[in-house]
C-alpha cells in the first residue's frame, strides 16, 4: 500500500465531507508521511479546484480526494407537499423551541457528481476514494489511464465484493464505530452494521484487493491491531477531526473531548441519511420517525437554521456533533502529534512482537 500511494507509512487521514476538511489538515498528514485526504462532495468544480491548488503549494505529497457518488436520495432532487408536511409537523417543536420559523419547502438539489468527477480527471490526485457507490466504468477507466488510484467504500462484504469486480484499487471496509455518514450502497445502512474488525476479516478472506481499515482506530495499537488481521493500510476519522488543523468549529472539538461523548448514537434526523454523532436530544426523541425525514440532503437543508440558531443559542443538545465511538480515547490536539504518536506506538509494537 505505502509503494502503491507513495507514501512512508499505511495511515490514511478519513476525509470529511461537508467542509469539515481543510488544506492544512491534508497537507499536515501527507508531509508527516501519511495519506491526507480532503472530503470535496459539497464543492462546485471550481472550488475544488482552488482547493487542489492550495493543497498543491502545501505539500509536494500524494494526497486523497473523496467524492459521493450517490449524493441524493430524492428522485429528481425534489420532495412532494406531503413529505414537507409531515417533516414540518415533527420537526415544528424544535424550531419553535429555538424562536425561528419554519423553513420553506426546500428548493429540488442538483446532483455535483459527474461535474465533480470529470474535474478528479483534470487534477490527477493521487487517490481518489469515494462513498455512497461505485463511479461508471468509464470514469473508472480513465482513472486508470491518467494514473489515479481509486478506493471505494464497502460496509458489507456484498460491497467490498462489487468494488472488487468493477476493478477498484483498494477497499476501504468502513466498519460501523466510524464517525460520520454510513456510506453503504447495496443494503440499507441500517441492516450494514458490522464492526470493523469482523468486516476487514470478512473481507480479507475474499477479496484480493488492498484493505484498508477505518472505524474505531485512534491510536498505534489499533493500527497495529489493523495490520495483523491482514488490513493493508488504516484511515483515522475521528482523532484528525478533533486536532487543531480540521475545519470543524472549536465547540464541535471541544465537544470531542468532553464526557458527552462516550455516548454516540447512528441518526438519520439531521441530514436524511444514518451518520454517527454524539447522543442529543432530537436524535433520541425521534427513533422511530424516520418515516417522517426528508430525503438525503433535503433534510440537511430543512434542518439549518435550525443548526444556526440552536449554535447561537448554545442550544448544543439540538445539534448532531459527528463523532466515532472511539472519541472518549482521543488524546491529541495537534495533527503532526498525532502522526508521530500514531507511528511510534505501532512501531513500537511490531519491534516487540520480534523480540
Ligand atoms: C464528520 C465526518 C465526516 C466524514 N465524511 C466523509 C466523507 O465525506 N467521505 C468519506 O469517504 N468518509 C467520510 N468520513 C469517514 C472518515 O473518512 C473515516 O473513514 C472514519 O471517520 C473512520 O472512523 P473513525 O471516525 O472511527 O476514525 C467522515 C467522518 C466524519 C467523522
Not at 23 to 32: G, Y
Not at 48 to 64: F, G, Q, S
Not at 225 to 238: E, P, S, V
Request: net charge negative; hydrophobic share 45%; glycine share 8%.
Amino acid at each position: 500500500m505505502t509503494e502503491l500511494l507513495g507514501i512512508a507509512y499505511p495511515i490514511l487521514q478519513g476525509p470529511f465531507g461537508g467542509t469539515l476538511s481543510s488544506v492544512e489538515l491534508v497537507s499536515t498528514v501527507s508531509n508527516a508521511g501519511g495519506l491526507g485526504g480532503y472530503g470535496a462532495n459539497t464543492l462546485s468544480p471550481q472550488e475544488l479546484i482552488a482547493v487542489h491548488n492550495k493543497i498543491e503549494a502545501a505539500t509536494n505529497k500524494p494526497y486523497n480526494i473523496n467524492l459521493w457518488v450517490s449524493d441524493t436520495d430524492a428522485p429528481n432532487g425534489m420532495i412532494t407537499d406531503e413529505q414537507y408536511e409531515m417533516a414540518v409537523k415533527i420537526f415544528k417543536p424544535y424550531f419553535q423551541e429555538a424562536g425561528i420559523s419554519l423553513p420553506e419547502k426546500p428548493a429540488p438539489f442538483k446532483s455535483k457528481f459527474e461535474n465533480q468527477v470529470q474535474t478528479i480527471l483534470d487534477i490527477r490526485p493521487k487517490l481518489f476514494s469515494f462513498v455512497f457507490g461505485i463511479p461508471s466504468a468509464d470514469v473508472l477507466e480513465q482513472c486508470h489511464k491518467f494514473g489515479i488510484l481509486t478506493a471505494g467504500s464497502a460496509t458489507t462484504l456484498d460491497e467490498a465484493l462489487a468494488l472488487e469486480a468493477a476493478g477498484v484499487d483498494m477497499i476501504i471496509a468502513s466498519g460501523f464505530e466510524a464517525g460520520g455518514h454510513r456510506p453503504s450502497f447495496l443494503a440499507a445502512a441500517e441492516s450494514s452494521t458490522t464492526g470493523t474488525f469482523v468486516l476487514l476479516q470478512l473481507i480479507k478472506e475474499k477479496v484480493k484487493t488492498p484493505v484498508i481499515a477505518a472505524g474505531g482506530i485512534s491510536n498505534g495499537k489499533a493500527v497495529a491491531a489493523a495490520l495483523a488481521l491482514g488490513a493493508d493500510a488504516a484511515q483515522i476519522g475521528t482523532a484528525f477531526l478533533a486536532t487543531d488543523e480540521s475545519n470543524a468549529t472549536a465547540i464541535h472539538k471541544q465537544m470531542l473531548f468532553s464526557d458527552a461523548a462516550k455516548y454516540t448514537t447512528l441518526s438519520r434526523a439531521f441530514t436524511g441519511r444514518l451518520g454517527r454523532g454524539i447522543a442529543n436530544r432530537i436524535a433520541k426523541d425521534l427513533i422511530h420517525k424516520e418515516d417522517s425525514f426528508l430525503p438525503f440532503p433535503l433534510q440537511s437543508q430543512f434542518m439549518s437554521p435550525l443548526k444556526k440558531a440552536a449554535i447561537e443559542q448554545e442550544k448544543w443538545d439540538m445539534i448532531l456533533f459527528w463523532s466515532g465511538q472511539i472519541a472518549p480515547a482521543l488524546k491529541h490536539k495537534k495533527a503532526a502529534e498525532l502522526m508521530r504518536s500514531v507511528i511510534e506506538e505501532t512501531t513500537a509494537y511490531f519491534d516487540h512482537l520480534k523480540i
